[in-house]
């Protein structure tokens, strides 16, 4: 399973654009790039998830240039609820592959009023 | 969307009991579910991945007779922490993908049991 990197925290105000990259340089060509949330004491929660160029939904945009080794999810106009730990995940689409999925250390975004 | 409920969200224990979690997928069946440990102002550590109907595959440095999983429905996994210490204490999470679908979909985790050894 690749290996992510992201920024160990970032700060941001109300109503900003918010952007997080997230590296994955041993991408496999099989990965779907992935980002979860997780608030304090609960479980992950699925963000967006992407293959290539952009894919945007409702809370969240991102963006995989093409050589697919970086991503970045963007959220508009971040509110305090947004204060959370953002995770980015490559995984396997393979046959064989189990569906488990590897943390790396996340990006705890603190959103200031 | 697809529900994952784990139970309880938070129990405390004495040292040296054991204690079991709950894991139910509530509308999907899941013939494989996912057991991760997390400690305070860390990432989700992966223990073990859950099978339907046959034994637990445990990460490496997961100690097997210690972390018990069954699965013996599609529907439910349990994790019993035997004999449990206060290094033990930590916040247990279970997640599952629905069957038939690869890693292009999205994992449902549970709330989280917050298990507390005293």
């Known amino acids: 399973l690749a290996k992510t990197t992201q920024p160990i925290s970032m700060d941001s105000y109300e109503g900003q654009e918010v952007n997080i990259t997230c590296s994955h340089n041993n991408i496999a060509t099989n990965d779907y790039i992935t980002w979860y949330q997780q608030f304090p004491s609960q479980g992950p929660r699925f963000i967006i998830q992407g293959y290539k160029t952009k894919v945007t939904n409702e809370v969240a945009s991102l963006f995989i240039p093409a050589d697919r080794k970086s991503s970045t999810l963007s959220l508009p106009r971040v509110s305090l609820s947004d204060t959370a730990v953002y995770y980015c995940l490559v995984g396997d689409t393979g046959s064989g592959n189990t569906g488990k999925l590897i943390f790396g250390q996340g990006t705890t975004l603190q959103v200031k009023p | 969307g697809a529900v994952v409920s784990q139970h309880p969200s938070r129990v405390i224990c004495k040292s040296g009991t054991s204690v079991k979690i709950e894991c139910r997928s509530l509308d999907f069946q899941a013939t494989t579910m996912f057991w991760y440990r997390q400690f305070p102002k860390q990432s989700l550590m992966l223990m073990a991945t859950?099978?339907?109907?046959?034994?637990?595959?445990?990460e490496q440095g997961v100690e097997k007779d210690k972390f018990l999983i069954n699965h013996a429905s599609l529907t439910l996994s349990t994790l019993t922490v035997t004999s449990a210490h206060p290094e033990d204490s930590s916040f247990y999470i279970c997640s599952a993908r629905a069957p038939g679908q690869g890693l292009d979909t999205e994992a449902f985790f549970g709330q989280g049991t917050r298990l507390t050894v005293v």
């Open positions: 859950s099978n339907e109907g046959s034994k637990a595959t445990y």
